[in-house]
């Protein structure tokens, strides 16, 4: 056969596979094994004339483990010199595969030279392990891979140090595979590079195979690659839940599937690095999930407070428990059948364990892969590997809940109970997944669980009532006005006490920082501390600063007392302040107004203190010209007697505008929630004039607007308004169900 042919036969048969890939009706690893027996097939008819060429499939191909847009890679090993007809078969079959469309990457080695090769790039031994023949010489492979076995397995230490360094740049990366909401299933710890290094591991010791954990990883990367279209790698939670539909599969299933091999792998190569790499073996650098393993010392028929107490010990000394040691404790341990609440002594262990700071997440990881957290913690099931249905969330729930804990434990000398501090971070969210609030379904179950841990019954309500509670500090800074009086009696009306304010103080900072790097702010800081200082005012009795923002009490006072039927208009810290007389569809004349002297409204809050609405807010001209402030006073004067001025110069204000906007097609959401006040909130992509229209409309309806925030946050808007009916209080239902419709119809214009 010329060469011509072979370059042609390779890549007609290599082409014809790839155009048949999407009709294999196979899934995940059962996929990867057809597919690779097909290109065998042709690879073995291709080289069917060079019998002393050893053609090598590494990586995916090696494996088994192709996956719809993997690479080819192939591996030749020859002896002597390649004669010229070898070189050219070779030659034309990788212009073969290319013209099949398949990437390509290949090596041409003498066994000397792959020795060296892998003593220089430890990355080439690993392709190696699971090298295998797809054609040429067998048994004399056998031979080869026994020696670079026997050759390599003597500088073991040296190999995995600079393994653990490579996989500790990618960790740092690309996160854990086992606790990320949307890890990278190739990059992050755990995932098929650390796959590939355990199988190293495992050729070079005899430690391990990792057949059973292959499914959980390399099968879910086909699918992954299926449903995407294309070589990508994130699980991201839409990807999820597509390949959960095509292996006929739940989301949550096949999360904790793939996070339980992901975790096996983790804790394989912790095992393996502490036992080849101990310090002064040529361990790289100290890193909070690179630590010494030690062995649990139990008696046989241990109890559950033995177990409990040696867990505490190897905490204190800086160590994690293995994993072997953990689990033949569980076979000698006499654990009870049924939860019963802890004693005094148990708690005190349970409690060293959640102050165990960068230890926390290996000492669990070990104690999840053995087994023991569900047979020391039966509650703890429901969080375990659970996936998170916000992209907003970094971690799982459970390693959301530990590195709450573990931020917690930082800070835990700013509260008096250090100890229910610990124990509500860890059961914040523990009610995600019931039905309906989670906070509210969490409260119930964490009553439970506290008395379980030993706490009597104040101590248990106290951490319900925080676990109900751990979102309204954060959400009522960032949506309300921290200084209307009526908001702050609804948040100390739930709060209760200062002792749960105390502790709420540092769970929401914790919370907020164990979610996402950047969910916590200076801002959101200066925001949530404003709110728990009023709050802390008001159980105490002492009296509240009501107050807008950029607006001083005393000017808040001064312009209240000051106002007679009159308009002010003033400029203070950057703001717009305005007072004038309350009245139905005040902040929409406003509004209104501003537009008109060619004012975009960007933030507002406002507040009505006996019956003069005082608005603080801030503006941004739509012409490189001055406001005319005294035009702008003569018309809010004009428009409290003449209705149908504002809605002219918004009407003109708009037309003059009409061409420069753009709409932006977006998901709108209105809400209305109705509790100690009536609250309607309103997310959507700004346009011109929204602010007067949405608040317009509320007026529409007979309704005042008491207190508003409204925030501008680049091309969206969330505007929150506080609203009353004609007699002040609450609106009914059917007002507010109108209420709603007619909002969502305007959003959708």
Known sequence: MSGEETRSKVATGLGALRSRWSDFDERGLNWSWRVSELVDQVMEEAFANAPKLIVLGVGSLGS??????????????????????????????????????????????????????????????????????????AERWAEIHSKLAKRFAKSLSAILGKLEHDSLEREAKYGSAASLSEPDVKQSFGGTRDFAIAE??????????????????????????????????RLTIEAQNEVASAISSSREELMEAFGRSALAVEEFLESAYDRHLAPGRGRSGSHPARRRRVPLRLAAGASRADVLAELARIARSGCAPSTASIEEALCQATLPESAYPMGKAERYSFMELLEAGDLLWPIYRSMVVSGMATALFPWWARTILKPQN????????????????????????????????????????????????????????????????????????????????????????????????????????????????ELLEVLTEADARATSPNSWTEWKARMVLELKNQVRRALSGE??????????????????????????????????????????????????????????????????????????????????????????????????????????????????????????????????????????????????????QLASHIAGHGLSIEAARVQTLGPDVVDTFYITDSEGGVPAEAVLDALYEGLSALLMV
């Open 64 to 137: 088994r483990r192709l996956t719809p847009y993997s690479d080819l890679d192939l591996a030749i090993v020859y002896e002597g010199r390649m004669r010229s007809a070898e070189e050219q078969l070779l030659t034309n079959v990788l212009y073969g595969i290319w013209d099949a469309g398949f990437g390509l990457d290949h090596s041409t080695r003498t066994p000397r030279e792959l020795q060296v090769a892998a003593a220089d790039d430890p990355r080439v031994l690993v392709g190696m392990a699971s090298a295998r023949v797809v054609a040429g010489d």
């Open 200 to 233: 190293l591991i495992g050729w070079l010791d005899g430690s391990q195979k990792f057949d059973a954990q292959a499914s959980g990883i390399h099968g879910l990367r086909v699918e992954l690659h299926r449903a995407a279209g294309r070589s990508s790698d």
């Open 390 to 501: 916000n992209p907003y969330h970094r971690y799982r729930l459970d390693r959301h809940l530990l590195e709450t804990v573990q931020y917690a434990s930082r800070e835990r000398r700013r509260v008096s109970r250090p100890d229910l501090l610990l124990v509500s971070a860890l059961l914040h969210d523990i009610g995600k997944g019931l039905n309906g609030d989670h906070s509210l379904a969490g409260s119930g179950l964490a009553i439970e669980i506290a008395r379980l841990l030993g706490f009597d019954e104040d101590d248990s309500a106290v951490i319900a009532r925080v676990v109900r509670n751990h979102l309204v500090l954060v959400d009522t800074a960032m949506r309300r006005n921290a200084r209307d009086h009526k908001v702050i009696a609804a948040v100390a009306a739930s709060i209760q006490s200062k002792a749960v304010l």
């Open 543 to 692: 009296p509240l600063e009501i107050g807008l923002a950029g607006v001083a009490p005393e000017k808040l006072t001064e312009l209240v007392e000051g106002c007679s039927g009159q308009v002010s208009v003033e400029q203070s810290e950057g703001r717009i302040v305005v007072a004038l007389p309350d009245r139905p569809g005040i902040l929409a004349q406003i509004a209104g107004v501003l537009l008109a002297d060619h004012l975009e409204v960007m933030a507002v809050d406002a507040l009505t203190v006996a019956g003069v609405a005082v608005e603080s807010i801030v503006v941004a001209p739509l012409r490189h010209t001055e406001p005319n402030w005294h035009r702008i006073r003569s018309r809010l004067e004009e428009a409290l007697g003449d209705p149908n001025l504002v809605p002219q110069l918004v009407g003109q204000a708009v037309n003059t505008y009409s061409n420069r906007e753009k709409r932006r097609t977006v998901e709108s959401r209105v809400v209305i929630e109705k509790r100690h006040v009536c609250l309607v909130e309103v997310r959507s992509a700004d346009r011109l004039g929204l602010l007067y």
